[in-house]
């Protein structure tokens, strides 16, 4: 069963930028399409950013222009560099194939704040 790490979160002012980490347990991690999730309280979990394997991206609406998804396959880790962060960006934050194929990890909180 593949393990999903996520971390890099925490409590940042608005305005603030947050890099995020998950790290994969598998060594096909390479071959797969990845992406970034997240779930605010009373929300639904919904698609941030994903990134093929040949590392064509795409961005939710909302963060567009302000988040960047990245790979490193070699470090099995998949990244998201969140700048500009808003309090509408709170929310536990994961990581997970496109088509949601990993058992979800715990997550990682991200809290944008004054």
């Known amino acids: 069963q593949v393990q999903l790490v996520e971390s890099g979160g925490g409590l940042v002012q608005p305005g603030g930028s947050l890099r995020l980490s998950c790290a994969a347990s598998?060594?096909?991690?390479?071959?797969?399409?990845m992406a970034w999730y997240r779930q605010a309280p009373g929300k639904e979990r919904e698609l941030v950013a994903e990134?093929?394997?040949?590392?064509?991206?795409n961005y939710a609406d909302s963060v567009k222009g302000r988040f960047t998804i990245s790979r490193d396959n070699p470090k099995l880790t998949l990244y998201l560099q969140m700048t500009s962060l808003k309090p509408e960006d709170t929310a536990v934050y994961y990581c997970?194939?496109?088509?949601?194929?990993?058992?979800w990890g715990q997550g990682t909180q991200v809290t944008v704040s004054s």
């Open positions: 598998t060594n096909m991690f390479s071959i797969y399409n």
């Open positions: 990134i093929t394997r040949g590392d064509n991206t």
């Open positions: 997970n194939t496109a088509t949601k194929s990993f058992q």
